[in-house]
């Protein structure tokens, strides 16, 4: 049966306490939005979403934290930003995103927390925005040669081991080979140069996940060497030499091989008119896939390593040192004077270095350049009949301090370079029992380890066995 037959009847007097109830019910709810107004309207600018990459922050300067705030900010108060802990940076205001430029490449491992000081371009309140993000750990391969004989005269294989900076994860055996001289680390692969017993090279990319193996071409070189990689993790490069010193033929000829490429066919690096190059030093120019060449005649040239093209001229200088980390300032070498070469800017300028303190007895060696005014160096005494021993020196325009020291009897720094984000120096320090392991190209020494130094302050907490670590690439 239909309701519609039965309508309601509602009494005066049930009308009047219904119209009071709902007039008092919207009365409260009026003071309750009201006040959730005010309450809104007295609050500051507030976080709505942040943009950041984690790993791009340890690896190239420049990179920025975005924040997006709920409303605009004002233009005439100031807007107050910070990083904890301290890191450099540029911040912009642009309606209601705030923009953070890092100006170097952050730490590792390291938990940062930026905080906004601004008001509220609409009502004037002030508020405080804080957003906290954390940078990754890095992985750190290094070549572990074991030359020693088993029970059974055999000789144990190479290893490349894979470690991180924290320690925190196992260390991994990548890739291993009866004899490695040595290798580069690329996205997910590794390429390495393996010697037979008659230290006859071989170059092969292999995949330590998927256990593939890519045999590249050498046509014929008897050495292999320089073997670098881009850091865009597609590309690498190396040298090779037929023995021939045919000045037309494979003379230290310089060849990338692209991995994303589907020929699979090492391209040659050229000269004017796609003439034959004789290269004698060579590296990838950061962030890029161009490189800088040293020729034989000592000059030094800008050439892209996909598209080719004529070379660009950058002068004739006796050695290249390598780039400021986080900048494309190529520092070069020559007999009276060192300089920086900008890429981004097309200046050269002459470096005007600090002196370093005087260490008598030590004798200065390898130099790293940290920035246009400050630098490490490498001091090692070579006293006949004495144990050897190096320091490691920071100098920069507030004077010298030591950043390390061996301390064993004998041990000395076979090499040394910077991280990446140009936070740690991985030393390679030869103990006083190690001895030579003759291998062609890139000799090392047995009972050779690998110590992470903070620049900072020059502590170091961490080490791992090998030498050659992926950050320093071939030390030759």
């Not at 509602?10 to 009047?16: A, N, S």
Request: charged share 20%; net charge negative; aromatic share 6%.
């Amino acid at each position: 049966m239909s309701t519609d037959s039965f309508p309601l009847r509602v009494r005066p007097d049930q009308r009047k306490r219904f119209g009071r109830i709902s007039g008092g019910l919207i009365l409260v709810l009026a003071v309750i939005a009201g006040g959730l107004g005010m309450a809104n309207a007295a609050q500051g600018p507030r976080l709505i979403s942040a943009e950041v990459n984690p790993n791009a922050l340890t690896s190239r300067d420049g990179q920025r934290l975005i924040l997006h705030l709920n409303q605009p900010l004002s233009d005439s108060s100031p807007v107050r930003v910070s990083i904890s802990p301290d890191a450099p940076i540029e911040a912009t205001v642009d309606q209601n995103t705030v923009t953070i430029r890092f100006t170097r490449m952050l730490d590792y491992n390291t938990t940062y927390n930026a905080s906004v000081e601004a008001h509220s371009a609409a009502t004037g309140f002030a508020g405080r925005i804080e957003y906290t993000f954390a940078t990754g750990d890095v992985d750190v391969y290094s070549l572990l040669r074991d030359t020693r004989h088993d029970a059974n005269s055999q000789d144990p294989p190479d290893k490349i081991l894979l470690n991180t900076l924290s320690g925190i994860a196992a260390q991994e055996v990548a890739f291993e080979s009866p004899r490695i001289q040595s290798y580069v680390v690329l996205r997910d692969q590794l390429g390495v140069i393996a010697l037979d017993p008659n230290d006859v090279p071989s170059l092969i990319v292999t995949s330590p996940i998927a256990g593939t193996q890519i045999d590249i071409d050498l046509a014929g070189a008897r050495t292999i060497e320089e073997l670098h990689a881009a850091d865009t993790g597609d590309l690498f490069g190396y040298i090779l030499d037929d023995g021939s010193g045919d000045k037309n033929g494979l003379r230290n000829r310089l060849f990338l091989y692209d991995l994303s490429a589907s020929s699979g066919i090492p391209a040659a690096v050229t000269g004017f008119a796609q003439k034959p190059l004789a290269v004698m030093d060579w590296m990838f120019v950061p962030g890029t896939t161009s490189v800088v060449v040293q020729d034989e005649d000592l000059q030094l040239y800008l050439i892209d390593g996909l598209e080719g093209g004529d070379p660009t001229p950058l002068g004739g200088h006796a050695e290249m040192r390598g780039f400021i980390p986080g900048t494309l300032k190529l520092v070069v070498a020559d007999p009276e004077s060192g300089s920086v070469i900008d890429l981004s800017a097309g200046t050269t300028t002459t470096l005007n270095l600090p002196i370093p303190q005087t260490m008598p007895d030590y004798y200065p060696g390898k130099l790293e350049l940290l920035s246009a005014d400050s630098y490490v160096l490498l001091n090692s005494t070579y006293t006949p009949g004495a144990p050897s021993a190096s320091v490691l020196v920071l100098t920069d325009p507030d004077g010298s301090r030591e950043l390390f020291r061996t301390t064993s009897a004998g041990s000395r720094v076979r090499n040394f370079c910077l991280s990446p984000n140009g936070e740690f120096l991985a030393v390679e320090v030869i103990s006083g029992e190690g001895v030579p392991d003759e291998y062609p190209v890139e000799s090392g020494y047995s009972a050779t380890s690998i110590f992470f130094v903070r620049v900072d302050d020059g502590t170091s907490n961490r080490g791992v066995n090998g030498f050659l670590p992926n950050w320093c690439g071939s030390s030759n």
